[in-house]
């Protein structure tokens, strides 16, 4: 498996905190851009967050912007989504993916901007 998300899989309250984590097997870890998306069920997939490959730029969907935040830390090759004030609306299930390029821009909120998806970890947000 080249990328592993998890941290989910529990139930949190509303307002409460969780952080996700992908761990990448890839050598050329440092070299793109990664993101965050989530898809709840019944609904199409969704832009989180997305991060350059640095770590300097950020991006963020309004729906989340002020309450996650995307770091990524390229020794240990680990992306992750500190994620709080947790709303009912955010339960999904949360994908990271390797973007093509190597910064995050309004462009990193598409999905056809990434070539390569881990296996998603559920998120629940019990009201």
């Known amino acids: 498996v080249q990328l592993q998300a998890s941290g989910g899989g529990g139930l949190v309250q509303a307002g409460g905190s969780l952080k996700l984590s992908c761990a990448a097997s890839?050598?050329?870890?440092?070299?793109?851009?990664m993101g965050w998306f989530r898809q709840a069920l019944g609904k199409e997939r969704e832009f989180v967050a997305a991060?350059?490959?640095?770590?300097?730029?950020?991006v963020y969907a309004d729906s989340v912007k002020g309450r996650f935040t995307i770091s990524r830390d390229n020794a240990k090759n680990m992306v992750y989504l500190q994620m709080n004030s947790l709303k009912p609306e955010d339960t999904a299930v949360y994908y990271c993916?390797?973007?093509?390029?190597?910064?995050?821009?309004?462009?990193?909120?598409?999905?056809?901007?990434?070539?390569?998806w881990g296996q998603g970890t559920l998120v629940t947000v019990s009201s």
């Open positions: 993916a390797r973007d093509r390029r190597q910064t995050a821009t309004p462009d990193s909120s598409k999905t056809g901007t990434y070539d390569l």
């Open positions: 890839l050598r050329t870890f440092r070299s793109y851009g």
């Open positions: 991060i350059s490959r640095s770590g300097g730029g950020t």
